[in-house]
C-alpha cells in the first residue's frame, strides 16, 4: 500500500494542531498555578535566539497553511501575528485546524514533486511543513515536563 502526500501531511498536522493545543492548555495551567503573568509568559523567549513562545505558535500555524495550500493548489488564509494571550493562541489552533479539516485529497494528486519553500527570518530557505509543527507540540512537551518537574 501507497502513502499519498495527503495521508503524511494533514492528518499528521491535525495530530501535532490537537497536541499543540493541549499543550497550550497546560501551559496555561501551569502559568495560573505558578502565578506568573499569562502576558509575560506568551511574549517569553525560551531561549535567546529563539521566537516568542506566540511567534512559535504563529510559525507553526504559517508553515502548516502555507505547506498545504502549495502542495494542494489553493489559497492560504492569512492570520495577522496579533495574539498575546493564550486564549487567542488556542484560537488561532483552532482556525488552522479549520483550515486544514476540509483539504480534499484530490487536490494533493501529483503533489509529491512540489517543492515547498518558506523563507526565514535569516533568509535562509526551510523545505518542511510537517516537520514544524511536529518540532515545536515537542519541544513545547519537553518544556512543559522540565518546568512540573521544578515544582
Not at 518540532?135 to 518544556?143: K, M
Request: proline share 5%; charged share 25%.
Amino acid at each position: 500500500m501507497t502513502l499519498t502526500m495527503y495521508e503524511m501531511t494533514i492528518p499528521t498536522m491535525l495530530r501535532g494542531f490537537g497536541a499543540l493545543s493541549r499543550y497550550l492548555e497546560r501551559a496555561e495551567e501551569f502559568v495560573r498555578v505558578s502565578g506568573l503573568k499569562a502576558s509575560h509568559s506568551v511574549q517569553a523567549r525560551p531561549a535567546p535566539d529563539m521566537l516568542t513562545f506566540a511567534g512559535q505558535i504563529q510559525r507553526a500555524s504559517d508553515k502548516a497553511k502555507g505547506g498545504v495550500a502549495k502542495l494542494a493548489g489553493i489559497e492560504s488564509p492569512s492570520f495577522p501575528d496579533a495574539e498575546s494571550t493564550f486564549e487567542e493562541l488556542d484560537a488561532r489552533v483552532a482556525k488552522t485546524v479549520l483550515f486544514l479539516r476540509p483539504v480534499d485529497a484530490k487536490l494533493f494528486d501529483g503533489s509529491e514533486w512540489c517543492s515547498v519553500d518558506f523563507p526565514n527570518l535569516a533568509g535562509f530557505q526551510m523545505r518542511a511543513a510537517v516537520g514544524k509543527v511536529i518540532s515545536i507540540a515537542t519541544a513545547r512537551q519537553l518544556r512543559l515536563r522540565r518546568a512540573k518537574r521544578r515544582l
